[in-house]
């Protein structure tokens, strides 16, 4: 996203916020401006080029009015409306709309009655008391509204995964250009893909002389804020993005290799490949592999001629987590794990038909264009989901004719249809199984009821015969809101016994379901669907989001039903169905 998409984008969440906050007659303008702040995170194009082709009001969910504040930024780098709002609400008090659980009467009421602006200023009005003796905050509510605030408060420490790619990637494009680096990679927890991240490590190699001219380039990159520290290997950068720690280390090429492998790690990875070097009678650290006794440098060039060295196959970043790695690498596991190739398709989308920004047939070009997939399948949102314009049987219906249309069209059956149903609080759907019978795929998700233990909900959604996967199915929103409780054991296990897949979501917020829950369900026979659950062309690029956490839990194409052919994934709906009516039968 460019940078002024990226300002517009923040201006009119922030404006959505303001007008959620002033009352319920503001509804409407909260919606139009939070549907605005999303069209324009989701752009694959930078809004000054259509600004430039006069073509604002040609993207949809800009209307006129929104479309003039886009234009009156740009030409004055300022919207007079969202000053005026800004007059009319605290700035401040804009954080706390942003936490799970806190809906505009509760933060209005705090500000109105104890000038509560900040988290910090929440937190001490909790801690001291004063927020209990509030009509409406009763014990339960406050003592969510601290779950919450300790939640988003871990979570400011971190960044999101993808969030950190992108910075990351970014600089390693800039640094990449200086003909004085001869290699250069991004180390630490974001090459080992974990769902959030701390600072950034980026690991170069080039020859001594050369130095000081790299870090004079790197202190020099755009969104610079302040460099910590300087010295003549290693250099320290607070970017403004995310106020986010930039470390680089810069190396010889004969040591290249094994500090990529030390500022990789984990810890626990590190200490078991030194812990086995020393019993080689090797010492090993982030300049290579010595030999104890006479001091030769025996390994360190490249991390695969250290794990040579030690008699391992190379274990992949994303793997080394000091946990059960070197056994499963015995049993030639890594090899077969899933890769972003194997993917055959995406079966969780959504078009303008509930939530999404783009119709249903721009979805599919922009896949066909982008991506070598042989099916989407659309799933927009069921009736319950009302924020989210979920869909009602008779409209459901509708879009499945326009699927059979737009396919006949172009001579193949590449959009399959199916729908993300709503499973509501007593695990029955909000759709009729007269409707659900005509799609190629359901997804069951809950979207209400965060705080309960949901364990029977989805065993009852597993259940039934027309379900075949569990959307995002711990609900968690990374650093917002925790997953519900739910008895796992009992999940796989029915999941497997209904042949109920559950799903990766790759949506960055949701890594949903994790590595560690992931690992449990493959080990339990379950089968699981990476899905990008996009809302926008933009993105389907989550996919490699959803492969790292199968990677990271060791999925091979087998665990992974969207590896596989759309006549399988047919045979696993079909299977289903047939077993409930074979049970059926029997009664």
């Not at 949901?454 to 009852?460: A, M, P």
């Amino acid at each position: 996203m460019s940078g002024t998409n990226q300002i517009l984008s923040g201006i009119f969440r922030n404006m959505a916020s303001m007008y959620r906050y002033l009352g319920d007659d503001q509804r409407f303008r909260a919606l139009a401006y939070s549907k605005a702040s999303r069209v324009l995170n989701g752009l694959n194009v930078d809004i000054l080029e259509i600004h430039k082709k006069n073509l604002l009001d040609d993207i949809p969910g800009i209307g006129k009015s929104i479309a003039q504040k886009i234009n009156e930024y740009i030409k004055t780098g300022k919207i007079k409306k969202y000053e005026v709002l800004k007059r009319k609400v605290p700035h401040e008090i804009l954080e706390l709309m942003d936490i799970s659980g806190f809906g505009p009467k509760s933060v209005k009421r705090l500000h109105e009655k104890l000038h509560i602006n900040t988290k910090q200023q929440l937190l001490n009005a909790i801690n001291e008391g004063r927020v209990q003796g509030l009509v409406g905050f009763g014990e339960r509510k406050v003592e969510n509204m601290r779950r919450s605030l300790k939640l988003i408060n871990q979570a400011e420490k971190r960044i999101l995964l993808t969030h950190a790619l992108s910075i990351s990637d970014r600089i390693l494009q800039q640094l990449s250009k200086i003909k004085e680096v001869h290699q250069i990679e991004v180390a630490g927890s974001i090459r080992r893909k974990k769902e959030t991240i701390g600072d950034i490590d980026i690991l170069v190699s080039s020859s001594p002389k050369d130095r000081s001219k790299i870090i004079k380039e790197f202190i020099g990159i755009q969104g610079v804020k302040s460099v910590l520290a300087k010295g003549p290997t290693k250099v320290s950068i607070l970017i403004h993005e995310f106020n986010r720690q930039v470390d680089l280390r810069i190396v010889d090429d004969e040591q290249w290799g094994a500090s990529l492998l030390y500022l990789t790690g984990s810890k626990e990875h590190n200490v078991f490949l030194r812990t086995k070097a020393k019993k080689n009678g090797y010492k090993m650290n982030e300049y290579g592999v010595f030999r104890i006794r006479d001091g030769r440098l025996l390994a360190g060039k490249t991390e695969e001629e250290i794990y040579r060295l030690m008699g391992l196959k190379y274990i992949p970043p994303e793997l080394r987590e000091g946990k059960d790695e070197f056994e499963l690498t015995k049993q030639k596991m890594i090899s077969k794990l899933v890769t972003i190739d194997d993917v055959k398709g995406d079966m969780h989308l959504h078009s303008d038909g509930s939530d999404g920004l783009s119709s249903l047939e721009k979805m599919a070009d922009y896949v066909q264009k982008y991506y070598t997939y042989d099916y989407i399948v659309m799933t927009d949102h069921s009736k319950s989901v009302r924020i989210a314009g979920g869909m009602n049987e008779r409209e459901l219906q509708q879009q499945i004719n326009r699927i059979k249309r737009v396919n006949k069209k172009a001579g193949n059956d590449y959009i399959k249809t199916g729908v993300e149903v709503d499973i509501l609080e007593d695990g029955s759907l909000d759709l009729n199984d007269h409707i659900l019978e005509k799609l190629d795929w359901v997804c069951a998700s809950i979207h209400s009821g965060f705080r309960k233990d949901n364990t029977e909900r989805i065993i009852k959604a597993c259940m039934h015969p027309y379900v075949n996967c569990i959307g995002h199915p711990t609900g968690r929103l990374i650093g917002k809101r925790e997953g519900y409780s739910v008895d796992w054991v009992r999940v796989f296990k029915v999941a497997k016994a209904t042949g109920t897949a559950l799903e990766i979501n790759a949506q960055p917020e949701r890594m949903d379901l994790n590595d560690e829950l992931c690992s449990l369900a493959r080990n339990a026979g379950v089968k699981l669907v990476i899905s990008t659950d996009s809302h926008s062309e933009k993105q389907f690029e989550f996919m490699k989001s959803g492969i790292f956490i199968a990677r990271r839990a060791w999925c091979t194409v087998k665990d992974i039903l969207n590896t596989q052919s759309w006549k399988t994934i047919e045979q696993f709906v079909q299977s289903k169905r047939k077993r409930h009516q074979i049970a059926g039968n029997l009664k």
